[in-house]
């Protein structure tokens, strides 16, 4: 069965920290993994990483994939309250029609 | 940038009832959208595949008689929650991507959701 584990579930923080979320993959035909940040209501995209390395960054967010180990970590520096919200990791499947597999999330709140 | 919205964005209803959502790709076109629903604490599991022209396809475990799913047009999904029962009270969250023909650059795209309904069912 493909699963998608994200690590941790929860995690508070104070204003300036840097936090790592972690996100680890089991499934068959990987094609892609997509991070997200939900706040109240829609999911919005951070994150796509398709190749090893290669390190994405946007601001003070940043993430890798390592296809090797099957895994995956979301990096926020200086962290913010409005960083607050809940992280979801997800991964697309080749021969799919394009449907997101999703971890449970982490849920990151920051304090100021 | 890609635009998904989905109405309502709350409804309550008497059990019973047929609740109808509404999921529209506002500037780009899509074949196919996913229907998520979400409970408290946990993550969006994915329902149905709604495909422009013809039928759903259903997850294991999702009654596709009671949850209707029309894709009419390349920028319209609806599902609708039919004999609606407070066990069904959850958010429903729909999404898409903008369809291209080359198929490399279309599973290379995001998908965009919308801001989800959230269902009461008394």
């Known amino acids: 069965e493909d699963k998608v584990v994200q690590s941790p579930l929860s995690l508070v923080v104070h204003e300036g920290d840097t936090v790592t979320l972690n996100c680890s993959y089991e499934?068959?035909?990987?094609?892609?993994l997509l991070w997200y940040k939900q706040e109240k209501k829609a999911p919005t995209f951070l994150f796509m990483l398709?190749?090893?390395?290669i390190e994405k960054k946007s601001g003070r967010l940043s993430s890798i994939l390592d296809k090797k180990e099957l895994f995956s970590i979301l990096n926020i520096t200086a962290t913010q309250t409005g960083d607050s919200a809940v992280y979801l990791c997800?991964?697309?499947?080749?021969?799919?029609?394009?449907?997101?597999?999703f971890g449970k999330g982490t849920k990151l709140s920051v304090k100021p | 940038g890609a635009v998904v919205s989905q109405h309502p964005s709350r409804v309550i209803c008497k059990s019973g009832t047929s609740v109808k959502i509404e999921c529209r790709s506002l500037?780009?076109?899509?074949?196919?959208m996913f229907w998520y629903r979400q409970f408290p604490k946990q993550s969006l599991m994915l329902m149905a595949t709604?495909?422009?022209?013809?039928?759903?396809?259903?997850e294991q475990g999702v009654e596709k008689d009671k949850f209707l799913i029309n894709h009419a047009s390349l920028t319209l999904s609806t599902l609708t929650v039919t004999s609606a029962h407070p066990e069904d009270s959850s958010f429903y969250i729909c999404?898409?991507?903008?369809?291209?023909?080359?198929?490399?650059?279309?599973?290379?795209?995001?998908?965009?959701f919308g801001n989800g309904t959230r269902l009461t069912v008394t």
């Open positions: 999404s898409a991507r903008e369809h291209r023909s080359n198929v490399g650059s279309y599973y290379n795209s995001p998908l965009h």
């Open positions: 499934v068959t035909n990987f094609r892609s």
């Open positions: 398709t190749s090893s390395g």
């Open positions: 997800a991964v697309t499947l080749r021969g799919s029609q394009g449907n997101l597999i």
């Open positions: 500037d780009f076109q899509a074949t196919t």
């Open positions: 709604s495909n422009e022209g013809s039928k759903a396809t259903y």
